[in-house]
């Protein structure tokens, strides 16, 4: 079972994501289940963070890919949907095993939200960086239309006048 390759080092930081801490109202349980929130730079910011978190976590712990995907998805869908203190109240197997698959499965979940973040925030870099070109364009077609305005009365000024000083008038 995936709590049996677990330390118990590793089992007591399981167990401190189930305390409330003094200056928070929710557990790091609560802050492992996160979802990313509008994007903005402080946001993306904080989630980057996050995710840094999650990575450090899934590095230490055993490998979920034996599972199958039935009994995965079970798994999942019932330890996002326990709080806290249901988790705790569960036999330990139990409950660490159900842990361990949460946080795998929320760093994947990390991944793909970071991943549609970066894909929005492109978005719309290239929907601005657009409109300001095409706004370029237009201030530079009306510059370009005064200069060849003002070559057509030169070239208009050049032949119809005669002399030099006629034409400079």
Same mark, same amino acid.
């Given at each position: 079972m995936l709590n049996a390759g677990l330390t118990a080092h590793q089992k007591d930081e399981f167990d401190q994501l189930l305390q409330l801490p003094d200056d928070s109202p929710h557990t790091s349980w609560h802050k492992l289940k996160q979802d990313p929130k509008k994007p903005t730079n402080t946001e993306v910011n904080k989630y980057l963070q996050h995710l840094e978190w999650l990575q450090g976590w899934c590095h230490r712990l055993p490998a979920v890919n034996h599972i199958p995907a039935a009994k995965y998805h079970h798994f999942i869908l019932e330890a996002r949907a326990l709080g806290a203190a249901n988790i705790k109240a569960m036999q330990s197997p139990k409950r660490y095993a159900l842990m361990v698959l949460l946080v795998h499965a929320q760093l994947r979940r990390a991944m793909n939200d970071a991943v *549609?973040?970066?894909?929005?925030?492109? &978005?719309?870099?290239? +929907?601005?960086?657009?409109?300001?070109?095409?706004?370029?364009?237009?201030?530079?077609?009306?510059?370009? *239309?005064?200069?060849?305005?003002?070559? &057509?009365?030169?070239? +208009?000024?050049?032949?119809?006048?005669?002399?030099?000083?006629?034409?400079?008038?």
């Open positions: *549609d973040i970066f894909v929005s925030k492109m &978005r719309n870099i290239k +929907t601005k960086a657009e409109a300001n070109l095409n706004q370029y364009h237009l201030e530079h077609m009306k510059r370009m *239309d005064r200069l060849l305005a003002q070559l &057509r009365d030169v070239l +208009t000024a050049v032949q119809e006048a005669p002399t030099d000083s006629e034409r400079g008038a």
